[in-house]
């Protein structure tokens, strides 16, 4: 397989060969590179050769040195994102309303995109040859989307065939050394109950491969008309399912000095119970899952505040959130008004565009914050959760939306204040509270 060249630059090693962008990468050192994991691994055993397809139908050979070869491709992956062919029962993407921008209904389910950002996949999409790939690499960790580990159950919650089979490559990578996060998506009265602890306990065997089991609550939208029909947790059955999950965890802490399966933050929140501190979360390998989330920022914000010395720039400003993270960003404004004397005022943005039953602030949009916020006192600036924008490194308003495309700068325009999107971190939550560098 050749890789197209998206483009070289100027004055570098491969620039000088006459390579150019249109041109291909054939291989490194006789080895064909598929996407960027192929490309990264044989160009670290320098030095390599290089073969390239040129425009006219030449070849062109030669040995580099460095890493540095000046080659632009046009993704990481080097070639389209494999989209998911799942039609599982709880899928978000299923539950979204007609008429949203075509990138939001894509449903990824690429290997690469584990190792390279974090993403689950499902291993219904990975070939054999991925899968030696992985092992024969050693590419570590991956994220797999594993909801249930009863291979005929997994089948009907999956909607695929391949589902409850594929489950054999999980002891397969475990076997061969490779680390593993796993996340178990429960649905009441389905996957969960007796069916989880099942989960934990096979799951458990391939420790310490599988470093971690996250449990997360399944996401409701309004809009699941001819949907499978699958029940909210409520406060009883929400704390039921963390019972079960800490008997788990309370005797592999024993056992292995860690924890190994987590309640997501929104058990507790929905079973109204007190988030756990600090040590209950080893050093939070599952976070970007909503896992320990809650008192990571908690504790941040707190050794922050205890360290601050600083005058503030502001006087009055706002911080917008969604309804699960409501008390605890009330709960650290407080703080840091009592210290500082800023006035902050916190408001709780209802989901109206989803539904009332998904609380989190990454799926709120800008038409539910502009309507909720109308008419508020804002006081200088408005602050928001990054995780609410769609591109969560950017803190631009000339780049960056909301998930309905509303801009940053249009919300600034019809609100009138700056909007400033905060990152999940205590220390950038405060600075901007305080308006410091």
């Known amino acids: 397989m050749a890789v197209k060249i998206n483009g070289v630059k100027p004055f570098s090693k491969c620039w000088f060969h006459g390579v150019?962008?249109?041109?291909?990468?054939?291989d490194v050192d006789g080895n064909e590179i598929e996407d960027i994991l192929d490309y990264d691994f044989y160009m670290s055993f320098l030095p390599v050769k290089m073969t390239f397809g040129r425009k006219d139908g030449k070849t062109v050979s030669f040995t580099v040195n460095s890493e540095n070869t000046g080659l632009i491709f046009n993704t990481y992956l080097m070639d389209e994102q494999r989209q998911c062919k799942n039609k599982c029962i709880f899928c978000f993407i299923d539950q979204m309303p007609k008429g949203m921008r075509e990138s939001l209904y894509f449903k990824d389910d690429d290997s690469r995109l584990s190792f390279l950002f974090g993403n689950y996949i499902t291993l219904t999409n990975i070939?054999?040859?991925e899968i030696d790939r992985i092992i024969s690499m050693?590419?570590?960790?991956?994220?797999?989307?594993?909801?249930?580990?009863?291979?005929?159950?997994?089948?009907?919650?999956?909607?695929?065939?391949?589902?409850?089979?594929?489950l054999s490559v999980i002891k397969r990578l475990a076997d061969a050394g490779i680390k593993i996060n796993t996340q178990?998506?429960?649905?009441?009265?389905?996957?969960?109950?007796?069916?989880?602890?099942?989960?934990?306990?096979?799951?458990?065997k391939l420790y310490p491969s599988v470093q971690s089991i996250a449990c997360v609550p399944v996401g409701l939208t309004k809009f699941r008309e001819g949907l499978f029909e699958i029940q909210p947790y409520t406060k009883q059955t929400a704390g039921q399912t963390i019972d079960i999950i800490e008997n788990f965890s309370n005797k592999f802490k024993k056992e292995h000095g860690i924890r190994l399966c987590y309640p997501s933050d929104e058990f507790f929140l929905l079973a109204q119970r007190a988030m756990p501190d600090e040590d209950y979360y080893d050093d939070y390998p599952q976070i970007d899952?909503?896992?320990?989330?809650?008192?990571?920022?908690?504790?941040?914000?707190?050794?922050?505040?205890?360290?601050?010395?600083?005058?503030?720039?502001?006087?009055?400003?706002?911080?917008?959130?969604?309804?699960?993270?409501?008390?605890?960003?009330?709960?650290?404004?407080?703080?840091?008004?009592?210290?500082?004397?800023?006035?902050?005022?916190?408001?709780?943005?209802?989901n109206n565009f989803f539904g009332e039953k998904i609380t989190v602030a990454g799926l709120l949009t800008g038409k539910d914050l502009?309507?909720?916020?109308?008419?508020?006192?804002?006081?200088?600036?408005?602050?928001?959760p990054l995780a609410m924008t769609v591109d969560y490194t950017s803190r631009s308003t000339q780049n960056?939306?909301?998930?309905?495309?509303?801009?940053?700068?249009?919300?600034?325009?019809?609100?009138?204040?700056?909007?400033?999107?905060?990152?999940?971190?205590?220390?950038?939550?405060?600075?901007?509270m305080l308006g410091v560098e």
């Open 20 to 26: 150019r962008a249109g041109d291909r990468l054939l």
């Open 127 to 129: 070939t054999e040859h």
């Open 184 to 204: 178990l998506v429960l649905c009441p009265g389905i996957n969960d109950g007796d069916e989880l602890r099942y989960s934990i306990e096979e799951l458990a």
């Open 289 to 350: 899952n909503g896992v320990g989330m809650w008192t990571s920022l908690k504790n941040e914000f707190i050794n922050a505040l205890e360290s601050a010395a600083v005058r503030p720039v502001n006087k009055s400003i706002s911080l917008a959130t969604g309804e699960a993270a409501y008390p605890l960003m009330a709960e650290l404004s407080e703080m840091a008004g009592k210290k500082f004397g800023v006035k902050i005022s916190v408001y709780k943005i209802i």
């Open 370 to 384: 502009l309507e909720q916020l109308k008419g508020r006192e804002l006081g200088e600036k408005l602050l928001i």
């Open 400 to 432: 960056n939306k909301f998930l309905d495309d509303i801009t940053l700068r249009q919300a600034e325009e019809i609100l009138g204040v700056p909007v400033i999107p905060t990152a999940g971190n205590g220390g950038e939550l405060l600075k901007n």
């Open 138 to 166: 050693h590419i570590s960790p991956i994220n797999i989307s594993v909801h249930t580990m009863n291979p005929e159950l997994r089948v009907k919650m999956m909607n695929n065939r391949f589902a409850g089979e594929r």
